[in-house]
């Protein structure tokens, strides 16, 4: 059985099971690190960096990284904080998010942790990319203009003989995420649902009963994204 240890994180001593990852570990103490790839269950890639803390002068994803006896990580500084930051910055101007007219508005993660720091305008040129949607499948639109390459769809979503929906196509600056058609054809309604639940952003929409829950009531409409 493995034991439990004391780490800290910016000071504050904390107790986990050895091993856990970090991600993990600082919930239990309540303490919250941003993330936006992480999806609890599967193993973590560190995608989206994001959740990146400091251990010492070294960088490192919190996601990924297993805690030992004794770690003093540093969550919160000017130096972490303007990365992460800047990290959302280049979601926003890589892509076409069109907060006020999108689905996903106010259940949107990206958009709950740009308002937890207070971003207005990125400090990056919006390179405006010339996106399609895909609506040729039975339940689920694909709107490439706001997917960030998270891969919470391509690592969660298996039919029943655990084939993949989702897979990157191309490369460099034309990277997307692309639907099987043929897996796509035969989807259960359920795991439709799964896949757009699954979206941190509005990339993945269901092609019935849009806009079910009424502006006002959304997870993030009266909470910040680090309370919840």
């Known amino acids: 059985m493995k034991k439990r240890i004391q780490f800290k994180i910016d000071g504050k001593v904390c107790e986990t099971t050895e091993g856990t990852l970090l991600l993990k570990a600082a919930e239990e103490n309540g303490v919250y690190i941003p993330r936006l790839c992480h999806v609890e269950g599967l193993t973590p890639r560190g995608a989206c960096r994001v959740c990146t803390v400091k251990l010492g002068r070294q960088f490192n994803t919190a996601c990924t990284m297993p805690v030992t006896k004794g770690m003093e990580i540093n969550n919160h500084s000017e130096e972490l904080e303007d990365l992460r930051k800047s990290i959302l910055e280049m979601m926003f101007a890589e892509g076409n998010h069109i907060c006020p007219s999108c689905e996903k508005s106010g259940n949107c993660e990206l958009q709950a942790l740009a308002r937890m720091y207070g971003i207005t305008v990125p400090r990056y040129p919006f390179l405006?990319?010339?996106?399609?949607?895909?609506?040729?499948?039975?339940?689920?639109?694909?709107?490439?203009?706001?997917?960030?390459?998270?891969?919470?769809?391509?690592?969660?979503?298996?039919?029943?003989?655990?084939?993949?929906?989702?897979?990157?196509?191309?490369?460099?600056?034309?990277?997307?995420?692309?639907?099987?058609?043929?897996?796509?054809?035969?989807?259960?309604?359920?795991?439709?649902?799964?896949?757009?639940?699954?979206?941190?952003?509005?990339?993945?929409?269901?092609?019935?009963?849009?806009?079910?829950?009424?502006?006002?009531?959304?997870?993030?409409?009266?909470?910040?994204?680090?309370?919840?």
């Open 128 to 228: 405006f990319p010339d996106r399609d949607i895909e609506a040729t499948h039975p339940k689920l639109l694909k709107d490439h203009n706001r997917c960030i390459l998270c891969k919470r769809c391509i690592r969660l979503i298996k039919d029943e003989e655990g084939k993949r929906l989702f897979a990157f196509s191309k490369r460099g600056s034309r990277l997307s995420i692309k639907i099987d058609t043929h897996i796509a054809a035969k989807m259960s309604d359920e795991l439709a649902v799964q896949a757009v639940n699954c979206c941190p952003v509005g990339a993945l929409l269901p092609r019935k009963g849009a806009f079910q829950c009424p502006i006002g009531k959304r997870v993030y409409d009266k909470s910040h994204i680090d309370s919840l």
